[in-house]
């Protein structure tokens, strides 16, 4: 094992041992130690039974309540230590790449590195047509068997994000006091969570939990993918001129709309799967605007605005004349900032479902902010115009106001159905079809 791995694995062990020393005294660690060394212990006897009989032995000794305590410390352990491995993973990663310069090649298996192959088999103009044309899919999918809780996800998603600080920042002194007590707070937590769901998870729970995925990792990270690519094709031009990535995710979903064999996935739970994911990615495109749009504080004089910014501004002030005066007065000689700002208002208002500032289609939203960003580059203004801007732009692309398409799954017995019905009603000269049985379509 390498030794960052290991020491990971021996920090979050030791505040585990400390967090089950603190809720059922030494003898419940003892207990978990014993056991675990048994283990470890028979894993390495080639064969001999010695350790096994004796482990079985120990837990036959348990009562039902220890059995279970201990049970669930190595449930917890497990989990910290499937979180050390991902974490050296990534640690393995960024180490890799440290010492390349944003034009070198990276390892064999990474998107620059395949297009640096394809640039050398058809040539740059050719490579470039391709990666504008590039398409990548992935489908999300359900798993009604899947017993851990979302708040268990959390929880390890939490100490994950205290590990990586406490590596990259190299803490020390009072920031790394202050770290080890947020970790020991974490991992006590996961302790004290129930780890296992009560009942079958619902497919809204399952969408549900999708969405965790989504506003956690996926939401971030491909646009984060678009930008590491364009880096490396642009070189030191990235982020100061038009990127030569164009977003190529377009991410689906099964869960709450595969009805192969599941009779609880009804129209109206399709329905609703799509409702929360626009909820979500809505809410998702109102933070970043309130983001960038606080921090775009170019001002007239130094980046002054286009006609078009200027008649998109005009066009909000004929829908909420107060609203404009608002922005205005917060904001004033700061006209690409009140755009933005006027984008956040109005994505609050098509959550709300209030017109007639709501947005009626993605579209609408992303002219909005294509707008302001060449506004931006008629100004000169490179780098405000394709940083985060951009980022936000590339996610309107990606997940429109839906999010992900939704890949209605239906049970083969229905289609042949559904097919004999219409071949039914065209040899009865058209009569309607019986609605009872077309609805499950």
């Known amino acids: 094992m390498p030794e960052p791995l290991r020491a990971d694995v021996r920090l979050l062990g030791e505040m585990l041992g400390t967090v089950l020393r603190e809720w059922g005294g030494q ?12 283990t470890i212990q028979a894993a390495s006897e080639n064969g001999t039974s010695t350790s ?14 220890r059995a279970e305590d201990v049970a669930k410390a190595f449930t917890a352990y497990f989990h910290l230590v499937n979180l050390a491995e991902e974490n050296h993973r990534v640690r393995v990663l960024r180490q ?67 590990m990586e600080r406490r590596e990259l920042e190299q ?38 939990t999708a969405m965790g995925v989504f506003d956690e990792t996926l939401f971030t990270a491909f646009p984060q993918v678009y ?27 099964w869960i709450g709309a595969d009805r192969d064999g599941n009779p609880n996935v009804t129209a109206d739970i399709t329905r609703e799967a799509a409702a929360i994911a626009n909820e979500h990615v809505l809410h998702a495109y109102q933070n970043v605007a309130v983001r960038i749009g606080r921090a775009t504080t170019v001002d007239a004089a130094t980046t002054p605005p286009s006609d078009a910014l200027v008649a998109q501004l005009a066009r909000f002030r004929e829908l909420d004349p ?37 947005y009626g289609t993605a579209d609408e ?11 931006l580059v008629a100004a000169g203004a490179y780098r405000v115009a394709y940083g985060d801007l951009q980022d936000f732009v590339w996610q309107v692309r990606t997940f429109g106001f839906h999010l992900a398409e939704l890949e209605v799954r239906q049970h083969s017995q229905v289609h042949r159905e559904t097919l004999a019905e219409i071949e039914k009603v065209l040899a009865d000269g058209g009569r309607t079809p019986r609605a009872a049985s077309t609805s499950r379509c």
């Open 27 to 38: 003898d419940l660690l003892d207990d978990v130690e014993r056991l675990r060394a048994l």
């Open 52 to 65: 096994i009989e004796q482990a079985e032995e120990l837990i036959a000794g348990f009562s039902p309540q």
């Open 96 to 162: 890799r790449e440290a010492g390349l310069s944003p034009t070198e090649a990276r390892a064999e298996d990474s998107l620059p590195a395949a297009y640096a192959q394809l640039v050398s088999e058809v040539g740059p103009g050719e490579a470039a047509r391709r990666l504008k044309a590039l398409e990548f899919r992935p489908v999300l999918t359900a798993h009604p068997t899947e017993a851990r809780r979302r708040a268990v996800a959390a929880c390890i998603r939490r100490i994950t994000v205290l």
């Open 171 to 208: 803490l020390g002194g009072v920031a790394l006091a202050d770290n080890t007590r947020r970790l020991l707070s974490e991992v006590d937590e996961l302790w004290r969570t129930a780890p296992l769901r009560t009942s079958k998870p619902s497919p809204l729970d399952e969408v549900r």
């Open 227 to 253: 930008r590491r690519l364009d880096g490396w094709v642009n070189g030191d031009r990235a982020g100061a001129e038009p990127p030569a990535v164009e977003p190529f995710v377009k991410l689906g979903s």
């Open 322 to 358: 107060a609203l404009a005066d608002e922005v205005e007065a917060r904001s004033p000689d700061e006209p690409h900032r009140q755009a933005i700002l006027v984008v956040a208002r109005r994505l609050a208002a098509t959550l709300a479902d209030e017109s007639p500032l709501a």
């Open 365 to 375: 939203l992303l002219a909005e902010l294509v707008t302001v960003q060449e506004s």
